[in-house]
């Protein structure tokens, strides 16, 4: 299974991940829980809210976890099959075991968009 966590600081979960262009991306071998794999930094062209093409590195995984995002981001994301969570969890690593788990994450804490 591949997992991108945004992470504007490569350490957090922020929201509006719509705007982000740093991602955390885990992968797991199934015995030691996950690993990270690469850390992608993207152009601003990249980041999803500005990016019109059809072959975008998230569209590879199959989970994104952000802090928050709107509707139109989780679509987008689920036509290419990548599920979205967003939460309130803060620790990339615990929130990729959690999901890994089958254990719910926190919900977003609710902001304007």
């Given at each position: 299974m591949k997992i991108a966590v945004t992470s504007q600081n490569f350490r957090t979960i922020p929201g509006h991940a719509g705007k982000t262009r740093r991602f955390l991306l885990f992968g797991t071998d199934g015995q030691d829980g996950p690993q990270e794999l690469e850390r992608l930094d993207l152009p601003p062209e990249m980041a999803m809210h500005e990016f019109r093409g059809d072959d975008h590195p998230l569209f590879q995984?199959?989970?994104?976890?952000?802090?928050?995002?709107?509707?139109?981001?989780?679509?987008?994301?689920?036509?290419?099959?990548?599920?979205?969570?967003?939460?309130?969890?803060?620790?990339?690593?615990?929130?990729?075991?959690?999901?890994?788990?089958?254990?719910?994450?926190?919900?977003?804490?609710?902001?304007?968009?």
């Open positions: 995984m199959d989970v994104l976890i952000t802090g928050g995002c709107g509707a139109g981001f989780i679509q987008r994301l689920a036509a290419q099959g990548v599920q979205v969570i967003a939460t309130a969890a803060t620790d990339p690593v615990e929130a990729v075991s959690a999901v890994l788990a089958g254990r719910p994450l926190p919900p977003p804490i609710p902001h304007e968009h």
